[in-house]
């Protein structure tokens, strides 16, 4: 079983920056991929990035491709996602995940594990 607690949400003005990390407890971490995903208001959750347990293999959404950035330490036990040049319609809880399958992937339903989320606000 993999407990995840993300941190690192905050308010930030339009085009800021922000790193969310996501700590995760059991041995067996660096057997997952992690992924990132996102709730806002009246909208259903959706993928942003993932990563390979190794860190080989990264996924991007094409609303965050080139702003954010994913990474993960498996030693730290922890997956961080680095958000630049932030929008208003970044807004919106963040959620770690992870998933036993390979190669990760984008799919909501294919992630076992979660964690509780962190709010990003992002004023205009």
């Known amino acids: 079983q993999v407990q995840l607690v993300e941190s690192g949400g905050g308010l930030v003005q339009a085009g800021g920056s922000l790193r969310l990390s996501c700590a995760a407890s059991?041995?067996?971490?660096?057997?997952?991929?992690l992924g990132w995903f996102r709730q806002a208001p009246g909208k259903e959750r959706e993928f942003v990035a993932t990563?390979?347990?190794?860190?080989?293999?990264?996924s991007y959404a094409d609303s965050v491709k080139g702003r954010f950035t994913i990474s993960r330490d498996n030693a730290k036990n922890t997956v961080y996602l680095q958000l630049h040049s932030l929008k208003p319609d970044d807004t919106a809880v963040y959620y770690c995940a992870a998933s036993i399958i390979s190669p990760p992937p984008v799919v909501l339903a294919l992630y076992t594990y979660w964690g509780q989320g962190t709010q990003v606000t992002v004023s205009s």
């Open positions: 059991g041995r067996t971490f660096s057997s997952y991929a």
């Open positions: 990563i390979s347990a190794n860190g080989g293999m990264i």
